[in-house]
């Protein structure tokens, strides 16, 4: 009888927990898949401490295919094409999985300029489920659309005369294709806009999401379109709940943090540029560590170390690939083991 009692109340407690969960999807946006109620043990994960160069030549600037400048904000799309702002050469390069580290230049390349088939210094790439493109034309002040293969971009948000408007992180919610959201800071005040896709580029069709103290870093969305987005001079990753233009603070005393990317539970990686290396903050435990990089944070050429990295991105297999600026070169750091709900 206790038996059967005690079996009653088990089914009872788990058909309220489960109409609870149901009735909570309904009405609130999930961002991330939600951990397992009865989780097993499970390892944290791990990533392979030596990188290995997918793109660039370590420590020797060029222009050849198998060369970057300073490369910047980097892409991954989930084909696992790896796009990068090739900052030096003014040009987007795209390197496929089987690549073997030789470049196709896809937007620019013409020549450090302002016409339509050049860029100058792109800091950001973000490519949409169609495989349009949209870059951060840093040096001309603007943000260009190439759809594929074109052989020109198209201008949808630019400084409009003002001569302090720069543009850094781009991002877009994988849900929605028809914007486009765009970290910039006008005179050395920092801002999240969001730029719908039709239009031209007049500032009355772009939405003000929030305000960040000086000049924000990378930034991305989630699937409910918050935006996070790393703010390198104050140390800190603030997130904008949408429809909420105050930022909230998830992560402080951060050094540099210059771009941030989620996995797909809602753990935060952060990539600190002065001191050459990412962290990995756990959202559910609050706990930080640094997963690749050297720990004291100094800098080097060799694989285990990086030089004021810039960007950040995954694929589909949990890798974590690193634009290392200053060594011209993308690095690889292998998922090694675990479990990214840890
Ligand atoms: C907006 O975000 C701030 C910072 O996280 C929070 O304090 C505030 O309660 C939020 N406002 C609403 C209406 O949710």
Known sequence: MAHSLGLLTVV???????????????????????????????????????????????????????????????????????FIADEGNDRIQKFSPGSKGVGLTIAGGNGGGSALNQLKEPRAVYVDSAGTLFITDRGNLRVQKWFTGSAQGITIASGRGYTAHWFQGLSGNRKQINEIYSSESIMGRGRIMKYPLGGDDSPSYATLLGSVTRNPGGIVVDECNSVYVADPFGGNILKFSSGNSTGEQIASGLITP????????????????????????????????VIVGNKEGAEGSDSEHLNKPWSIAFDSENNLYVSDKENHRVQKFSFHEGDLLC
């Open 258 to 289: 210059n771009d941030v990317a989620l996995d797909t539970y809602g753990n935060l990686y952060i990539v600190e540029r002065d001191t050459n290396r990412v962290q990995r903050l756990n959202v559910h435990d609050g706990t930080r560590e």
């Open 12 to 82: 009872i407690l788990l058909f309220t927990v489960y109409m609870h969960s149901t009735s909570a999807d309904e009405i609130v946006c999930q961002p991330f898949k939600s951990i397992p109620f009865f989780s097993t043990p499970c390892t944290k994960p791990k990533w392979a401490q030596q990188g290995i160069t997918v793109a660039g030549t370590t420590g020797k600037q060029g222009s050849s295919n198998i060369q970057l400048i300073g490369p910047s904000g980097i892409f991954i799309d989930p084909y696992d094409n790896l």
